[in-house]
């Protein structure tokens, strides 16, 4: 099968849509680049911050991959009425850390048309952003906020962990007929992968058991579902077993797999890239509290980023960060 | 005793390199035969190695951590009273091959694409080394599988002929336009896809679904077929079960495809869930399922395939079928017209060219060799 990486994946996943669907557009800051200049490199200059939508342009033309001023809230009313009217924007707002500028029109508009409009209305909008630290980017271009978006009703919020899901979970994103929070792990974008040419989807909603274990289920999302992978690796060669469940989507979540493994190792652990308070870890620990108490053998351990920003200082965004070696001392804390 | 090599060993038919993880014995150990030396990782599996042969571990030659080649030397197995030049001698010896063919490597076979009556069709080609190669072997998967069904069989089966291991249409990485889904259309893009990469002619090995494809392009075509080996053939079982083609198309998620995945082998212990998630995975290319479906209600008719059985005396090249004792998805037999020879392997279900590999290579090698 071909590699390719989580770029890649990310921009033929949106190149498939747009061939198929004409109603499909992109939208935002650079994502050709070079509107409005002239020359021979005026054309596809970026393509994005990170070049994801490099090469869409030229395919697609400036009427369906626009580029627009530095004004997050016009390009995300912009997406949400597209959206509205039957287009299927996938809107690139650059780093997540960005969107409380216009968190108006995604949390109290775009997540409300739906229900708002007795259900006659559809809001097939895609929100790129990236997310994660590890980039030495400082405090307002580090943060990982899925948290934020995961607890409105009405928001789908995907994060992707490697090539294979980028692009079968973007497809789906776009074909969703609801507003779809999209987050690239910015560490991500070079990771390779096994990724088929053809078109294929992943549904929401259906975690990604990555390794079969007995002992102890870490749930990780991200990023940090790579980490977990290799804690895994290390645990396993002094003999503990571990089950790492990627999520895929916050929201909807699949709580059946998690509870599922959780009664087989009966042992949990959570590991994410946010920080700890109103997180995915305290609502993955909660949930199984709650629904499978009588399974669990001990109590829960979460890995977290600490409640602070994050820091610029590298050697202390190192130690912010959930690292390999801390997820290892939480589980050998809770097969105690 | 003479020197012995420790080797990276080759796990299936993608595997280069490998990580070595973890050496469980240490540099002057005795060791015996069938002992776990070392852990390997490569990207698809980990595995542990076991010494093939008894003595003292004289000398490893590679770091925990390092990645080596498949074939390099990790280990040499001697006397402890061996002279430890002659020891260095055969490090060094190997050391200058291994530099030598790190400079010629040939990558692992990678599955090709070509365009063949206007379709799309992906295929594995594994060559043989051997000088004057025999008639080539077309290989086609069963209902739902793809060329990699074959991993355990290929290579095997390539040692004295080349082998190719064709995508079905609507499967894998080909097309997944299957016109009206009958086994006229599948066999015609066989015969397309063998003009297109120059095949005059060669013999078929079919499993399921691909033998009963493997006769029709038999009938069509009785100058290019030099014979057929038929695994499981559905136009000679009793029954086909259609719950589980039903079943197997209908599943959208891996918990519900597990039961049916199960139902194809003797030992359901085989089924991994990687085995389910890639099964899964194929059914969620754009057209896949559909595909399937379309074919399903018309390769795989109870029509098509008595049509098939009332047609069999037709076949006139050599013929071997193979049935598993405990299959679940052609059941009993309806041999009818058929003249070839019938075998019968006591402990597969539906899927003979994984349970029981080297049986089926056996049968099969033994069968092309007249």
């Known amino acids: ?336 | 005793m003479s020197l012995h090599a420790i080797l990276v060993p080759k796990w299936g038919l993608a595997m280069e390199e490998g990580t070595i993880a973890k050496w469980q014995v240490e540099q002057g150990a005795e060791i015996k035969s069938g002992m776990e030396i070392v852990d390997i990782e490569t990207s698809k599996i980990a595995n542990v190695l076991e010494a093939t042969v008894s003595g003292t571990l004289r000398a490893l030659t590679a770091d925990e951590g390092e990645v080596k080649r498949v074939g390099n030397l990790i280990a040499v197995v001697s006397d402890a009273d061996e002279d430890d030049a002659a020891i260095e001698a055969f490090i060094a010896e190997y050391k200058e091959r291994e530099a030598l063919e790190a400079a010629n490597i040939v990558a692992a076979p990678e599955p090709e694409t070509i365009e063949a009556g206007g379709k799309r069709v992906r295929f594995m080609k594994v060559a043989s080394a051997a000088e004057d190669a025999e008639t080539p072997l077309i290989m086609l998967h069963g209902f739902g599988g793809d060329h990699a069904n074959w991993m355990f069989n290929q290579a095997d089966l390539a040692q004295v002929r080349d082998t190719y291991a064709v995508d079905l249409l609507g499967h894998g990485g080909s097309s997944k336009d299957v016109g009206d889904g009958t086994l006229d259309t599948l066999a015609d893009t066989i015969l397309a896809w063998a003009d297109a990469v120059g095949l005059d002619t060669f013999h078929i090995a079919g499993h399921s679904m691909g033998s009963a494809v493997a006769q029709v392009v038999a009938l069509k075509a009785p100058d290019k077929v030099k014979s057929l080996a038929l695994l499981c053939p559905p136009a000679f079982g009793e029954a086909l079960n259609h719950e589980y083609i039903e079943g197997f198309v209908s599943a959208q998620r891996r918990k519900a495809i597990q039961p049916f995945v199960e139902m194809l082998f003797a030992d359901s212990a085989l089924v991994t869930r990687e085995m389910l998630d890639d099964l899964i995975a194929a059914k969620r290319v754009d057209g896949a399922n559909d595909a399937l479906q379309k074919i399903a209600d018309n390769a795989l008719s109870d029509a098509a395939l008595a049509d098939l059985r009332s047609k069999a005396s037709g076949v006139t090249a050599p013929a071997l079928a193979v049935f598993g004792e405990k299959d679940q998805i052609v059941t009993g037999r309806n041999i009818g017209g058929f003249g070839g020879k019938v075998e019968t392997l006591p402990n597969s279900g539906h899927m003979p060219h994984l349970e029981s590999a080297a049986a089926v290579n056996a049968l099969v090698a033994d069968f092309l060799a007249g």
Do not use: W
């Open chain 1, 1 to 336: 099968m071909p590699t390719k990486s989580y770029r890649e994946a990310i921009n033929e996943a949106i190149d498939h849509e747009m061939a198929r669907d004409e109603n499909v557009i992109v939208i935002g800051e650079d994502v050709s680049g070079g509107a409005g200049c002239e020359g021979p490199d005026a054309e596809d200059a970026y393509g994005g911050v990170l070049g994801v939508t490099k090469g869409l342009v030229g395919k697609y033309g400036r009427r369906r991959v626009i580029d627009t001023p530095i004004t997050e809230s016009a390009i995300m009313g912009t997406a949400a009425g597209a959206a509205l009217t039957g287009l299927r924007p996938v809107a690139e707002m650059m780093f997540v850390d960005f969107l409380g500028v216009c968190f108006d029109m995604i949390y109290n508009q775009a997540a409300k048309f739906r229900y708002m409009f007795g259900g006659t209305a559809r809001t097939p909008l895609v929100v790129r952003a990236m997310i994660g630290g590890g980039f030495r980017a400082a405090a307002q271009h580090s943060q990982t906020l899925h948290p934020m978006f995961t607890m409105v009703p009405g928001l789908k919020v995907v994060m992707p962990s490697n090539p294979y899901d980028a692009k079968g979970l973007m497809i789906q994103a776009i074909r969703d007929d609801d507003p779809v929070i999209f987050l690239e792990h910015k560490a991500m974008y070079d990771m390779t992968g096994e990724v088929p040419d053809e078109p294929y989807i992943i549904p929401f909603g259906e975690a990604a058991v990555t390794r079969d274990g007995d002992d102890v289920t870490i749930v990780a999302f991200s990023m940090m579902a790579k980490r977990a992978a290799k804690a895994a690796d290390v645990l396993a060669k002094e003999g503990i077993s571990v089950e790492v469940i990627d999520p895929r989507t916050t929201s909807p979540l699949d709580v059946d797999t998690i509870l599922e493994s959780v009664e087989k190792t009966g042992r949990l652990v959570v590991v994410d890239e946010s920080p700890p308070r109103c997180s995915m870890a305290a609502d993955i620990a909660a949930l199984v509290a709650e629904h499978a108490f009588h399974d669990l053998k001990g109590p829960i351990a979460t890995v977290t980023a600490p409640h602070t920003p994050v820091p610029f200082s590298p050697s202390l965004e190192d130690i912010y960060m959930p690292s390999v070696d801390k997820i290892i001392t939480a589980v050998k804390k809770v097969m105690k």
